[in-house]
Antibody
Framework: QVQLVQSGAEVKRPGASVKVSCKTF????????ITWVRQAPGQGLEWVAW????????NFAQKFQDRVTMTTDTSTSTAYMELKDLTSDDTAVYYC????????????WGQGSLVIVSS | QSVQTQSPSVSGAPGQRVTISCTGS?????????VHWYQQLPRAAPKLLIY???NRPSGVPDRFSGSRSGTSASLVISGLQADDEGIYYC???????????FGGGTKLTVL
């Protein structure tokens, strides 16, 4: 069955970068794009960005445009999201999910990766 | 602040029916983009509950149903059960933002 398995929790200092991985199983990697959604403690879901696993096209929420980089490794069916210039406001659980914009649902989700930014 | 608006909480007794509403905009739900609903149980990742307004993925009981009208959508949960407790999010696409947009989430409490 389809599974998305994410990397473990990270603790980072303000100003640092974090790279989260999302390894996929059970489907053709090029069939869906990968999108990233975050959830700050006690808060709702916030869309971050999307990457096409077919041609590498990307799209970002405006607030993350300058700080997020997404890549994919088709040889391992893995997607990566790197967020730089971290502040305490970036403390959140980061989820990857499959998505084909604009109309498809976020069908399959990873388990989430907790990123804590603290001095 | 979420782009789509949901009431923060709703509650009902076991067996009852509750409705969760989601208000979007002319550039999202009102523009005809599909609406999807997710269920997030405590300490778990969100899970797709309803897609394309009123379709259920395999394994989701027919106690869950959805509808839409204009710039809004609704999720109805019938025959409430204790393990329905969690937070429910609507999601669509906003053509002006070129972004997926979520509602702020509605916390369901089963009394």
């Amino acid at each position: 069955q389809v599974q998305l398995v994410q990397s473990g929790a990270e603790v980072k200092r303000p100003g640092a970068s974090v790279k989260v991985s999302c390894k996929t199983f059970g489907y053709s990697f090029n069939s869906y794009g990968i999108t990233w959604v975050r959830q700050a403690p006690g808060q709702g879901l916030e869309w971050v960005a999307w990457i096409s696993t077919y041609n590498g096209d990307t799209n970002f929420a405006q607030k993350f445009q300058d700080r997020v980089t997404m890549t994919t490794d088709t040889s391992t069916s893995t997607a990566y999201m790197e967020l730089k210039d971290l502040t305490s406001d970036d403390t959140a659980v980061y989820y990857c999910a499959t998505w084909l914009p604009p109309n498809s649902p976020l069908e399959y989700w990873g388990q989430g990766s907790l990123v804590i930014v603290s001095s | 602040q979420s782009v789509q608006t949901q009431s923060p909480s709703v509650s009902g007794a076991p067996g009852q029916r509750v409705t969760i509403s989601c208000t979007g905009s002319d550039s999202s739900i009102g523009a005809g983009f599909d609406v999807h609903w997710y269920q997030q149980l405590p300490r778990a990742a969100p899970k797709l509950l309803i897609y394309d307004t009123n379709n259920r993925p395999s394994g989701v009981p027919d106690r869950f149903s959805g509808s839409r009208s204009g710039t809004s959508a609704s999720l109805v949960i019938s025959g409430l059960q204790a393990d329905d407790e969690g937070i429910y999010y609507c999601q669509s696409y906003d053509i002006s933002l070129r972004a997926a947009v979520f509602g702020g989430g509605t916390k369901l409490t089963v009394l």
